[in-house]
């Protein structure tokens, strides 16, 4: 079974197309198959926690909402938090499949061309020098951690372009992983302006945080996730190709240019999106995609809304543990994330080789 | 054999009247003016040397010193993580007041053959030892031990006037994302925060956590159900927080301070300083959690 996606490089022959007839099936399947252990561990998730709550007790509606710890417990805290975790983590890891299609790298995470170190640096500089700013009841982090992404997004894609007008990948790794250096050299310097308090805080905004206590944040993101995954719907056909060769698929007809910005551009909105509801949760993009691949095989028609869904589920379940495991303090999700993740990701290389 | 145990006691003798000499030239050179020119590190001991009458000794502060007034036109020689060695070594000081964690700086320091007095924050036992300490250090033995007594007073004066009234649980909030319930940092069941509400006539929600930060899920917070929110905001780091910011907190409706709007915001540096303010933060504190026994 081949495991990784980079197979064009080293002249492993290409994915044959398929019939549509014969995926279909299998794509159901999948498709079902993830579904339930998405639609599960959500259904699942709000019911554990620290507390102990009823949920005849919360859905009493003769209780008024005022006096029901149960009901706010379940809708304020709980709910909001799954929705959250389920919606960045099939964002992510839908994300990091097309990343590492299209960069043809199966190393490549949504975080590679600099998308969340822009999305950090807007992040810090509204932590840092922005306090005062707030908009009613939103809050100005958010916003400003989505358009340091899309400036960031901005200027690869411009970097990577500047020569003609495909993307160039090589061109798009090396200014994405630049970018990222250049704008954690940044960050470092506006923390070293801040003060203790707003260094602690955006330190933890980087370690991710779901608990976003009210549907405010979730309805901003969720626009721009559906819009995300509605680009993604074309992609699939294209990445099988584009993963293993650019010319060969030019040669079947792919339109190579239009397939690429199509991909750098949905898979950096729904890492945007997910980063400014969320912060950059790490690992997500990286061992979801690859677990999914070793299960279902790399044909992107599956392993693509496969990926969204097993996505949905992992990030709902790391955060179950980092609110539960330690309690009454808790674990910034983006480590659990990455203990759960990094040995992981070592094991699958150590077996590979 | 006499002879040699003669011998013996003679050298134990003056051995020790050497060693009591030494004590007490050493005390006395104490005991004296003390040193001439501080440098400080730590904001909390500049007030504390203000307080004591050192002011005038004090040469230089950390860049986050901003009380007493007289600190402004002092220079500012870096802080806990970037401390200004150079211009530290070129103020000719006698004294240097380090943070605990700032071993590198004390072992440069000392290489030159300048006293240091390092410092770690604490509770309030700490804070008026520390000041005990450092009156000590700097030849202000008896304005520092009649500033912990003026403390102690007045602690003892609010745990005396807050007896015998119910105590709320409360929760005490030292940051939050402005707006939102996201980023919410709580004081521990461990440090001065902690135990100024104690004294103010609180029961800290947190009180078992170990640690002198929390950061509560809004589960946690919804679960904890405290009957008063206080929160401080030291004024010279914030954001804003108008009428607005407090309404983060009416999401969380089943909690008893919210229903029964006993959201506290106090403003100020004096709050989160662990100095020679803290007896008036801590009245601040029980002003806010017992309105009735202060009218």
């Not at chain 2, 040193?35 to 909390?44: E, H, K, M, N």
């Not at chain 2, 009416?250 to 803290?278: E, I, M, Q, T």
Request: glycine share 8%; with cysteine; hydrophobic share 50%.
């Amino acid at each position: 079974m081949i495991t990784v996606d980079s197979a064009g490089a080293d002249g492993t022959p290409l994915p044959r197309r398929i019939p549509r007839s014969s995926i279909r099936g299998r794509l159901t399947a999948t498709l079902l198959g993830f579904g339930m252990v998405a639609l599960a561990t959500c259904a699942l998730a709000p019911l554990v926690g620290t507390t102990p709550i009823s949920l005849t007790r919360a859905l009493d509606p003769a209780i008024p909402f005022e006096q029901n710890v149960d009901a706010q417990i379940f809708f304020v805290a709980r709910l909001p938090r799954v929705l959250a975790g389920a919606l960045v983590g099939s964002a992510l890891a839908a994300a990091g499949v097309v990343f590492q299609a299209m960069l043809r790298n199966p190393l490549a995470t949504p975080f590679t061309l600099g998308v969340s170190a822009g999305a950090s640096l807007g992040a810090m500089l509204v932590i840092v020098f922005g306090g005062a700013l707030t908009f009613g009841s939103f809050s100005t982090v958010p916003a400003a951690s989505l358009a340091g992404a899309a400036a960031a997004t901005a200027v690869v894609y411009w970097l990577a372009t500047r020569h003609g007008h495909a993307i160039s990948t090589s061109v798009l790794l090396l200014a994405g992983v630049t970018l990222n250096s250049f704008l954690s050299a940044i960050i470092m310097f506006v923390q070293y302006l801040a003060d203790f308090a707003q260094v602690y805080r955006a330190a933890r905004w980087i370690m991710g945080d779901l608990d976003i206590g009210g549907y405010d944040t979730l309805i901003a993101s969720l626009p721009l996730v559906i819009a995300a995954f509605a680009l993604f719907a074309w992609l699939p056909s294209s990445l099988n190709l584009l993963s293993v060769d650019k010319d060969a698929a030019a040669a079947r007809g792919v339109d190579v240019p239009r397939a690429q910005r199509l991909a750098f551009f949905s898979a950096s909105l729904a890492t945007s999106a997910a980063v400014s509801l969320a912060g950059p949760i790490g690992f997500v993009g990286i061992v979801v995609p690859h677990l999914v691949r070793l299960l279902v095989g790399v044909d992107h028609r599956i392993v693509l809304p496969a990926s969204a869904l097993f996505g949905a589920a992992f990030l709902v379940a790391c955060d179950l543990v980092a609110r539960t495991i330690l309690s009454p303090v808790e674990i910034p999700v983006g480590i659990v994330t990455a203990m759960i993740g990094g040995p992981f990701f070592l094991w699958l290389l150590v077996r590979k080789s | 054999m006499a002879s040699r145990t003669q011998k013996l006691i003679a050298l134990v003798a003056v051995a020790l009247a050497v060693f009591l000499l030494g004590t007490s030239l050493a005390q006395s050179r104490e005991g004296g003016a003390g040193p001439g020119r501080i440098v400080s590190l730590v904001p909390a001991i500049t007030e504390m040397l203000f307080a004591i009458g050192a002011g005038p000794q004090v040469v230089a502060v950390s860049s986050y010193d901003e009380f007493p007034a007289e600190v402004k036109a002092l220079p500012k020689v870096g802080a806990l993580l970037d401390p200004d060695t150079e211009r530290i070594l070129a103020l000719r000081p006698d004294l240097v007041v380090v943070y605990g964690s700032q071993s590198d700086l004390q072992t440069q320091l000392e290489r030159a053959h300048l006293r240091t007095f390092s410092y770690r924050h604490g509770g309030i036992a700490t804070t008026l030892g520390t000041i005990r300490d450092i009156g000590v250090a700097t030849g202000h033995r008896k304005e520092s031990s009649d500033l912990v007594s003026s403390l102690q007073a007045r602690l003892d004066a609010v745990r005396d006037r807050v007896k015998g009234r119910t105590r709320p649980r409360v929760v005490l909030v030292f940051e939050r994302q402005a707006g939102t319930l996201r980023e919410v940092y709580a004081s521990g069941g461990v440090g001065f925060l902690h135990e100024m509400l104690d004294v103010a006539g609180g029961t800290n929600v947190f009180a078992d956590v170990a640690r002198e930060s929390v950061q509560p899920s809004i589960e946690t917070l919804l679960a904890r159900a405290p009957d008063v929110i206080l929160e401080v905001r030291a004024s010279g780091l914030i954001e804003k927080t108008g009428a607005d910011d407090a309404d983060a907190w009416s999401a969380l409706s089943s909690v008893p301070a919210v229903k029964n709007r006993r959201v506290h915001l106090l403003r100020g540096d004096y709050l989160v300083v662990p100095g020679p303010r803290l007896a008036m933060a801590t009245e601040a504190f029980a002003r806010a959690l017992h309105p009735e026994t202060f009218k």
